[in-house]
């Protein structure tokens, strides 16, 4: 898609991960050889899961994993169960992986994995017959020399133990075979909250050198699942007052602040929807009003395409768009923000926390020595840290939007282990 045609509702991941590799590419004159190259996902895998339902019916879904570039190191990359998570999604999702594991510098490639299903229908004993089924399909392009997974929108610890127990019971006690597993199953401690914790350091950071504060900030939070929830969290502690949030059924709002400590409680720890939760006003038809709530912190923590020129690019009243989620805003809708002076921070820097500490678990599982909390998190700090001021650094030298030079050092990093590697 270019900027001159309609935008959409729904835009798939894949366009918009393409329409932001032309003007990072040129930025650093990459030969268009190598454009194609990186461009292209290296091996696309498309399976049949068919299973059991517990009313007794065969069922049958489409799974994916691609694996969109492994120069850098083994392919890396969470599986998503949702209706939305066709090809053209997954290939879109691996390919913002590979960038992201050049940005944060971790010796990974990209990859992604899929399965096109209405998860909240189904029951725990249908999701792990999915999970298992599905592992079992790809188990042969796994290993943690090949390709590791992870969890992503709904999938979880439980998934990727249910996962380690299949490729496991194939190729023998492989740890490091998945990450964001159960720490009693070898997971690292602070990998449930890293993603959340990363997307508040790059807040912290900006907030700094930007002079937008955090303290006493209005937030406005659309997702309230680990990566939302689990923010929601960090910057409460900072100050921060969470105006509004939603989930899939519904939302709140509150100009005080939420109770951030129980929401979390509620709806992250006892599963109950964030709207049946007592300290705000229920948003009617939240999925659109909650764009329109004035913050100075407005942070997409779900779906892609949330964000779109039709919807809500000219009336967002924000000082800074946070992409928690991958890919929440439209090419077109990107270009209004920049229009308009809204800051967007981009997805492959702002979420890049779980799989930097996914690296973290993976090597403690190779080396069978598990770390301390305090090492864990010092460790995604830096990291987070180092990449927020290259991306910021590079932005300020060539005066390009904050997606164009994140993409640059990473298209760079990646075209450099390529040329080196040869071969063609
Ligand atoms: P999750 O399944 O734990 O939570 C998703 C949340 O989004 C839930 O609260 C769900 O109810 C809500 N949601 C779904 N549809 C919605 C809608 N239409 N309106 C409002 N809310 C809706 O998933 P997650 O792991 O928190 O992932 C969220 C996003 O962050 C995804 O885009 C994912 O790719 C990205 N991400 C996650 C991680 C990770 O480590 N979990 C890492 C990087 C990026």
């Known amino acids: ?22 003007t990072a590419a040129n930025l650093i004159g990459l030969d268009p050889s190598m454009q194609l190259l990186l461009k292209t996902p290296f091996r696309t895998v498309s399976v049949e899961v068919a299973i059991r339902m517990d009313d007794g019916r065969l069922e049958v879904f489409n799974g994916y994993r691609v694996q969109h570039n492994g120069a850098r190191g083994p392919c890396k990359g969470g599986v998503r169960y949702h209706p939305e998570a066709d090809e053209q999604e997954i290939i879109g999702l691996a390919t913002t992986m590979t960038w992201k594991t050049a940005l944060l510098d971790i010796p990974f490639g990209g990859a992604k994995g899929g399965v096109q299903v209405k998860a909240r229908d189904l029951s725990k004993r249908e999701l792990e017959a999915i999970t298992r ?19 992503d929108m709904n999938t979880n610890q439980q998934t990727m133990a249910w996962m380690l127990d299949e490729y496991s019971a194939k190729y023998g006690y492989t740890p490091a075979a998945v990450t964001g597993k159960p720490v009693a199953l070898g997971g690292s401690l602070g990998r449930e909250e890293a993603t959340g ?30 990566v939302g929830a689990h923010l929601a969290l960090f910057l409460h502690e900072l100050g921060a007052k969470i105006v509004a949030a939603s989930d899939v059924y519904g939302g709140l709002h509150n100009e005080d602040g939420l109770d ?19 300290g705000g006003d229920k948003l009617i038809n939240p999925d659109d009003v909650i764009w329109n709530i004035p ?5 997409p923590a779900a779906l892609g395409s949330v964000i779109t020129k039709e919807k809500n690019a000219n009336t ?8 928690a989620a991958n890919s929440p805003i439209t090419p077109i809708g990107d270009k209004i923000l920049e229009a308009r002076n809204i800051q967007v921070l981009p997805d492959f820097l702002v979420n890049a926390g779980g799989v930097v500490v996914s690296y973290f678990e993976w090597t403690q599982n190779l080396q069978q020595e598990p770390w301390t909390l305090e090492q864990v998190n010092s460790g995604l700090e830096r990291k987070m840290n180092t990449a927020y001021e290259v991306v910021r650094d590079l932005a300020d030298d060539k005066g390009v939007p904050w997606r164009t030079a994140a993409l640059a050092i990473a298209l760079q990093r990646v075209a450099d282990a390529e040329a080196l590697r040869g071969g063609r």
Not at 5 to 22: K, Y
Not at 135 to 149: E, H, K, S, V
């Open 295 to 299: 913050c100075e912190w407005l942070v």
């Open 260 to 278: 951030i400590p129980a929401l979390f409680e509620h709806t992250y720890k006892q599963h109950k929807p964030v709207a049946e939760f007592d």
């Open 197 to 226: 914790r990363g997307v508040m350091l790059i807040m912290k950071n900006y907030s700094r050198d930007f002079g937008i504060p955090i303290k006493d900030a209005r937030v406005v939070i659309q997702g309230f699942g680990n």
């Open 133 to 151: 089924q599905f592992t079992r399909r790809i188990a042969l392009l796994l290993g943690p020399y090949r390709d590791i997974p992870a969890p």
């Open 316 to 323: 967002i009243d924000c000082k800074v768009v946070v992409e």
């Open 1 to 22: 898609m270019t900027s001159s045609q309609n935008d959409r509702e729904r835009v798939s991941t894949n366009i918009i991960v393409e329409n932001q590799f032309e």
